[in-house]
């Protein structure tokens, strides 16, 4: 009897863009709206509690700027780039269901789960050559994670490490190639729950690394940017739940970005056998 998740969130994200001064735009800020929809199973595999899901955005933004002392504007809409994630439990609670999970909670009430996950990025969403501003990446991202959950009464901690591979990009802007060196991601989490399964977390983390290169010269855009989160969840009935989040993320070098995102989102879980 496997578990089934379908959920949809709304997100809104509005930032401002650093870019090298050589480029001679200055001002540069965007907003943008998106809707995702995700399909996730869990599932008993090699003895192991897994899971796999997949998740696909649709967006619609706004890019301005001063370009050259003018005031420049483009829009963009359509599907981003979805991605398909496969994660199993390494070490910890075993691959239990139903009341036997429950009695396992009560009586492990301190508990570490070790895991590790792989994502990949498909190079499906829209994406236009001649266009230096595009919704997908037109480039496959590959995504291994490792991560360690420390679980104790009402509170769970959580750490994990996760190392972006970027394939490249051989229809850049301006018919160059884009390469990119792997990103580096560290986050955690810190979660607390609350009766009738209501709960709260707050999360930082910190990428770095990531530079890119256009037909074999450095852009010198390595990554430094920090995150923090902060996110409420809680039932709506037995099957369904809302999550509320809100993420900040500030860049720590002179070329990068910085944004504010809210997200509404929405699951409905049901058994299968």
Do not use: C
């Not at 994200?13 to 650093?18: K, R």
């Amino acid at each position: 009897m496997d578990m089934n998740v379908v959920g949809s969130a709304l997100i809104a994200t509005q930032g401002d863009i650093f870019l090298d001064p050589v480029l001679r735009i200055e001002d540069a800020d965007f907003e943008l709206y998106s809707i995702g929809a995700s399909y996730i199973r869990t599932f008993e595999w090699l003895g192991k509690s897994s899971r796999i899901d997949f998740r696909v955005p649709y967006s619609n933004g706004r890019w301005e700027g001063i370009v050259n002392g003018s005031d420049v504007s483009t829009r963009r809409h359509g599907f981003g780039d979805p991605r398909i994630r496969f994660s199993m439990n390494l070490y910890g609670a075993p691959p239990l269901k139903g009341k036997p999970f429950m009695e396992y909670r009560v009586g492990n009430p301190i508990s570490t789960t070790v895991g590790a996950a792989l994502s990949v990025t498909l190079p499906l969403g829209e994406y236009y050559p001649d266009r230096l501003i595009n919704l997908g990446g037109n480039r496959y991202i590959v995504r291994p994670q490792l991560g360690v959950l420390h679980t104790r009464g009402p509170w769970q901690f959580e750490a994990t490490t996760t190392i972006a591979f970027f394939e490249n990009n051989d229809e850049f802007f301006g018919g160059a190639t884009l390469e990119q060196d792997p990103l580096w991601f560290f986050e955690g989490h810190i979660v607390h729950s609350f009766s009738r399964n209501r709960w709260m977390s707050l999360s930082g983390g910190y990428s770095y690394e990531g530079e890119g290169q256009l037909n074999g010269n450095s852009q010198n855009n390595q990554q430094r940017t920090r995150y923090w989160a902060l996110s409420f969840g809680m039932p709506i009935s037995r099957t369904q739940n809302i999550k509320l989040t809100y993420i900040d993320a500030r860049t720590n070098v002179i070329v990068g970005s910085s944004s504010d995102s809210l997200i509404l989102s929405w699951s409905m879980n049901w058994f299968s056998n």
